[in-house]
């Protein structure tokens, strides 16, 4: 009996043993998953203030921007983190104009308020027309009137066209929810209005073209644009200029006149000319530089530029940092702005999400 109890004694001090050292190998593993991951969240934000400095310093160099700056060149980028001295892939950034986007917001003239803006109706208009439309899929004409009553206020509730929609329905849908009327503050809640839906966003062939890469809604529209300055009355608006210096074609599609949607892959291999040895880009792209491309109506380039900017000074950045098997994603969006008073270039960060 006595043997046979401390057998059994063992063998309980044996398992207990096992599963102690069991649980603190684990914590140990936590742990050190923990610490990865912390590291990749700090070198993930060492990102961000990296490319904050390299906007700042194209600021003070020049007053565009553009596809030909060292911010929007992924090589250049490259050698930025990789003068830190740290580990190949371990961290990746890269730079988004905002402003080579359509602006949501810019369809309404001012909020609060529904008077719609006729240059960005327009430009609404043509997007939808160049894209890959099914049977189902509403007129860009339609589309617009959806948005329209999404953002406005101030109207009564009142539906524009035959094919506009207010609260009335879409507390008929399920689950309900009710109408914004007012600004976008992400650009995902498109899909929440009448005739949009995820999937047309994410179609390879959302335009036509060979080399066409996959892109999703955030690639064309911004919530970003916001005048500095208070509209009439008090209220607040957008100013839905886009930067033709780093718009892609499909923007820049939009942005021409009907008929001369295909020019835009001319604008494109503008901005990217370079010198025989492709060291030195050969065009500048300053003020009314697509005159030298296309030739327009008078009364077509002063839509153009009224719409049109060559700079811009809201920004997106992705810092992709990673520590061993743990990876963040940080996306932040900020404002590149000069302080009046010493004159000075800085950039704030207006909003962060991570992936």
């Known amino acids: 009996m006595a043997l046979v109890v401390t057998l059994a004694v063992v063998a309980v001090l044996l398992a207990a043993g096992l599963w102690l050292a069991k649980f ?16 990749a969240d ?29 911010w929007a060149d992924p090589e250049q980028l490259s050698r930025a983190v990789a003068a830190l001295g740290l580990e ?7 730079i988004i104009d905002e402003l080579s986007k359509i602006q949501m917001n810019a369809l309404i003239r001012q909020f609060p308020g529904n008077e719609l803006n006729p240059d960005q109706v327009n430009l609404w208009e043509r997007f939808f027309s160049n894209q890959g439309k099914s049977e189902e899929d509403l007129d860009p004409a339609q589309r617009v009137n959806a948005v329209k009553d999404w953002l406005d206020s101030q109207d009564d ?21 009710a109408c914004a009327d007012g600004p976008f503050h992400h650009v995902e809640e498109l899909f929440k209005i009448k005739g ?18 996959e892109k999703g809604l955030a690639d064309y529209f911004t919530v970003y644009g916001l005048e500095n300055n208070s509209g009439p009355e008090g209220g ?15 923007i820049l599609s939009a942005l021409l006149p009907e008929g001369m949607e295909l020019l835009a892959e001319d ?3 503008f901005r990217q000319e370079k010198s025989e040895n492709k060291t030195e880009y050969i ?13 327009m109506p008078a009364t077509e380039q002063a839509i153009l530029d009224r719409i049109v900017t060559y700079a811009g000074h809201f920004f997106k950045i992705e810092s992709r940092a990673r520590k061993n098997s743990s990876s963040t994603t940080l996306n932040a969006f900020l404002i590149r702005e000069k302080n009046a008073l010493s004159g000075k270039w800085t950039c704030r960060v207006l909003q962060m999400e991570r992936e």
């Not at 603190?24 to 590291?39: H, N, P, Y």
């Not at 190949?88 to 890269?94: E, G, R």
């Not at 509730?157 to 929810?177: S, W």
């Not at 065009?283 to 030739?295: F, S, T």
């Open 24 to 39: 603190a190998g684990d914590a140990v593993m936590i742990t050190l998953i923990e610490k990865d991951r912390f590291q």
């Open 42 to 70: 700090q070198l993930a934000l060492s990102g961000i203030e990296i490319a904050k400095l390299i906007l700042v310093e194209d600021a003070a160099k020049n007053d565009t921007d553009s596809v030909q700056d060292t």
């Open 88 to 94: 190949k892939d371990s961290l990746n950034i890269k």
């Open 157 to 177: 509730d009142a539906v524009t066209g035959l094919t506009g929609a207010e609260t009335d329905y879409y507390m008929g849908l399920a689950p309900p929810y």
């Open 196 to 213: 949009f839906s995820e999937e047309d966003f994410r179609k390879k062939d959302l335009f036509s073209g060979e080399n066409q890469e």
């Open 236 to 250: 607040y608006r957008y100013t839905g200029l886009i930067n033709i210096n780093t718009a892609g074609v499909e």
């Open 267 to 269: 604008l494109v291999d």
């Open 283 to 295: 065009h500048a792209l300053d003020q009314g530089w697509y005159k030298m491309v296309i030739d």
